[in-house]
């Protein structure tokens, strides 16, 4: 099962993290609970993130993509901590997403199927309650309106964000 897991969640996400064609194949660097850790090289640069799947989807909806949640550095572009979140459908045209980490709530903006922290600090903020925490919920709403709510588990955050901090020289 963690096998299929990681294999679907390189390929998946190779696309969504790559801006170029110019990347390989990512490598496993580690599984560590709820959350994998990857490597992968664009354009000659390493890139490192750790990914999860929610441990329950809940919405009213009758199809819906694979959704992630991931953390990732690109030490080249001096950019870490980038919190990501791919919602398996696209979003309300305009719409926000919340993240919430234990009692910590931060607002995403969203865009296609995709949502971010508006910025470095709240990226910074979100990816220390990760490996602090031990609850992940998003909450978005479709272009129909649906609204969703996605629970993680944290477990292995902690190892995985340190995985790929080292993997990428990221202090």
């Not at 979140?85 to 045209?93: E, F, M, N, R």
């Not at 919340?98 to 903020?125: C, G, H, I, M």
């Not at 649906?146 to 202090?171: H, M, P, Q, R």
Request: glycine share 8%.
């Amino acid at each position: 099962m963690m096998q299929t897991f990681g294999k679907l969640i390189a390929a998946g996400i190779l696309v969504a993290l790559s801006h170029s064609a110019q990347a390989s194949e990512p490598r496993l660097i580690g599984q560590h609970g709820d959350w994998a850790a990857y490597t992968f090289m664009e354009n000659n640069n390493k890139v490192c993130y750790m990914v999860s799947q929610p441990k329950k989807s809940e919405g009213n909806y009758t199809k819906r993509g694979d959704v992630y949640a991931l953390v990732t550095h690109r030490p080249a572009e001096k950019s870490k901590n980038v919190f990501s979140y791919i919602a398996g459908y696209p979003y309300k045209a305009g719409s926000d997403a919340t993240v919430t980490v234990n009692n910590q709530k931060f607002r995403l903006f969203t865009q296609d199927d995709s949502a971010w922290a508006p910025d470095e600090a709240t990226d910074n903020k979100i990816a220390d309650a990760i490996k602090r925490g031990s609850s992940l919920v998003i909450k978005g709403a479709s272009a129909r309106g649906t609204e969703t709510t996605d629970t993680f588990g944290l477990g292995g955050s902690t190892a995985a964000y340190n995985a790929i901090s080292a993997e990428c020289g990221v202090k």
